[in-house]
């Protein structure tokens, strides 16, 4: 594959090296001449320097051939912009970028950008996992944050042990993909009854996640 | 009309100082509080600063009532991710970009934005003149405006 980094800060530099040692073809593009030439001293012809945004530099670095750009500055506009020009003007199929602010995470899916990633978000989701226990905790989301994976630990007072499944009315569209218990994956159905102590894996969309909180958790929704 | 600026350079300032003073709602946002120096006597309308990509900044600047908005910062990247956020989230009917690059304004125009390219404006205009093309007169277009500001 032929990827196209956008950025040679710390993400950028560490994405690149990681991709060069899968044997992808990469280019790595980055702004500042001191900082371009200080990477190609070690990288070498990899890096290029030249503004993402410029839509001369990205014909120049070829980027019509490029299978995946990963926009990762640290300027979440320049990031945008990267990647609705690597789409419109170039075609290409996939575009990815690095989100500071993670309220701009749904913006951008908005605005047409196929993959954001957001630290912020990522570690914050970590503590909110370390935090919560006998609570429904977010996993991850997919489709954008229309679909959220979302974890619960059955404890005594949670209202759903002792039941069985086809018994539990769950809120809208939520699915429990997976119960784990005593370490070993249990594939539900309808039959299967809840067990204190079970880790209940759920899909659900974000607004009846509240829902499913009073349902699992046994608080008030 | 209800009026959003996002950036208090030349443009932006003298823009909202002339729209104010018409009686028209105009808020400006800057993220420097030294920009808002810029704006004339004549300007009474409210001043924010912030980051105008920052969705909340633009709502609490009015984007949701707005008429306009015109983004007028010295980055293209920031007109063009603001103005976006004001056509796609806020439903602002009339929106302008001010952008530096012409390539970027020709292919976000192709995106449906209304972009305005300062540079080759004022390069079209110049050569204009230059060839003859229109008069040395050209040149003093709405520079009777400073006569307005107070």
Redesign the interface.
């Known amino acids: 594959m032929y990827i196209i980094v956008i950025g040679g800060g710390k993400v950028g530099y560490y994405l690149t090296k990681t991709l060069l040692a899968e044997n992808h073809e990469v280019l790595l593009l980055e702004k500042n001449s001191a900082r371009a030439d200080s990477l190609a001293e070690e990288l070498g012809e990899v890096v290029s320097r030249g503004d993402g ?4 530099t990205l014909r120049e670095i070829g980027m019509s051939r490029a299978n995946v750009v990963v926009a990762v500055t640290g ?4 990031n ?2 990267a990647c ?2 690597a789409k ?2 170039f075609n290409v199929p996939r575009t990815l970028a690095r989100v500071n ?1 993670p ?2 995470e749904e ?1 951008f899916g ?2 047409g950008v196929d993959g954001t990633v957001s630290s912020t978000r990522i570690i914050y989701s970590l503590i909110e996992q370390e935090v919560e226990t006998g609570e429904v905790i977010p996993l991850t989301s997919l489709m954008r944050g229309e679909i959220e994976i979302v974890e619960a630990d059955l404890t005594a007072h949670s209202p759903v042990v002792s039941k069985a499944l086809k018994d539990i009315h769950l809120p809208g569209d939520s699915v429990v993909a997976a119960i784990i218990r005593d370490k070993h994956i249990v594939l539900p159905s309808g039959t299967t009854t809840l067990e204190q102590g079970d880790c209940v894996i759920v899909l659900t969309r974000p607004e009846d996640e509240a829902t499913l909180r009073a349902l699992l958790a046994g608080k008030p929704a | 009309m209800k009026l959003v600026v996002l950036g208090c350079g030349r443009v932006g300032s003298l823009l909202a100082t002339l729209m104010s003073q018409q009686g028209h709602d105009v808020a400006i946002i800057d993220m420097n509080k030294d920009s808002f120096r810029r704006l004339g006597q004549g300007f009474h309308g409210r001043r924010l600063l912030g980051k105008g990509i920052d969705e909340e900044v633009l709502r609490s600047a009015g984007l949701p009532e707005a008429d306009a908005f015109v983004a007028v910062t010295n980055g293209d990247n920031t007109n063009l991710m603001a103005s976006q956020i004001a056509k796609e989230r806020f439903s602002v009917p009339k929106v302008i970009t001010r952008l530096a690059d012409p390539i970027r304004a020709q292919a976000y125009r192709g995106m449906g934005l209304n972009t305005f390219c300062s540079s080759l404006f004022g390069a079209g205009l110049l050569r204009a003149v230059l060839l003859e093309e229109q008069p040395l007169e050209a040149l003093k277009a709405y520079s009777d405006l400073l006569n307005e500001l107070s």
């Open positions: 945004c410029e839509v001369r300027d979440d506009e320049d945008l912009i609705q020009l419109r003007e602010n309220r701009n913006i908005l605005l």
